[in-house]
């Protein structure tokens, strides 16, 4: 479809987010239909995933057998922790992860040439062909798991409380993308990149960890290198007046923007280097 020079400017954007919304609507019509024509795989895979997430609550009922804190975290404070971090990876996974996972697959047999000849952006299709539906089901027992602490916390949050919690969850899920979206551009150069982006989806685990139960190095390369400490300890911190510092707030903010900057800009480099393969 050709775009007209005489259509109003004003009107453009609008134009623009109704067309890629329908696009969009579509695909989740597609990954609906997809997920109900294997209702057995659908159940299994939020079965796996609950016990998983059990694990590790069980991993931190252990963890306070031997002790009453970490830091300054409390067991609830923790479960909290836990619950909010599963939840961000959740929702993450919902969205993202098979599609990054897919990038190299779409190199390797020359599906994206398909894609690249779509009027449409083509970071968007390769970001949101599929959702994995199992993963909103978890998203929502983690939320239970971060209401139930709340609870035995005492917490009540404010409004701007929550806000902030919401819009930190947001960032963290924008410095994930990032980060795994330019892992798995890697596979212009390497064709297969999935070791590489399943590295870095098992460093989420870290990100249920209290930030006060690392020193030295390894808790700055994973605070401002690559922050998934930041992800989940933050919102948390803002939900659990934990906040002693605008620093890390800050931090989670800025790495934000610099990490989606930099992904987008290794996106555009990788993506010249993209040769067919049927040539």
Not at 174 to 186: D, E, I, K, R
């Amino acid at each position: 479809m050709t775009r007209t020079d005489s259509e109003p400017s004003a009107t453009r954007p609008v134009s623009r987010i109704t067309r890629y919304g329908a696009i969009y609507a579509a695909l989740w019509k597609t990954s609906v239909t997809r997920e109900m024509s294997f209702k057995g795989n659908f159940i299994l895979w939020i079965l796996v995933e609950l016990a998983w997430f059990g694990l590790q609550l069980a991993f931190v009922g252990v963890i306070f057998s031997q002790t009453r804190t970490v830091g300054t975290w409390t067991v609830w404070q923790v479960v909290l922790l836990t619950g909010t971090s599963n939840f961000i990876q959740e929702i993450y996974q919902a969205f993202f992860l098979v599609n990054c996972t897919n990038l190299s697959e779409l190199v390797r047999t020359g599906k994206m040439d398909f894609l690249l000849l779509l009027p449409v952006n083509t970071r968007f299709i390769v970001s949101t062909r599929q959702v994995d539906l199992p993963s909103f089901a978890n998203a929502a027992f983690a939320a239970c798991v971060m209401t139930f602490a709340a609870h035995k916390l005492g917490l009540h949050p404010t409004a701007v409380q929550l806000l902030g919690f919401g819009a930190l969850c947001v960032v963290g899920l924008l410095v994930h993308y990032s980060l795994m979206f330019m892992l798995a551009s890697v596979s212009f150069w390497t064709v297969r990149a999935q070791g590489i982006v399943w590295g870095y989806y098992n460093l989420f685990n870290i990100a249920r960890m209290p930030d006060e139960a690392f020193r030295g190095v390894f808790k700055a390369v994973f605070t401002f290198a690559l922050p998934v400490l930041l992800v989940s300890n933050v919102p948390v911190r803002v939900l659990a007046d934990k906040l002693t510092s605008a620093v890390a707030l800050s931090a989670l903010f800025g790495l934000g923007v610099v990490w989606a900057l930099i992904s987008e800009w290794f996106w555009r480099f990788s993506i010249r280097r993209y040769t067919s393969a049927s040539t």
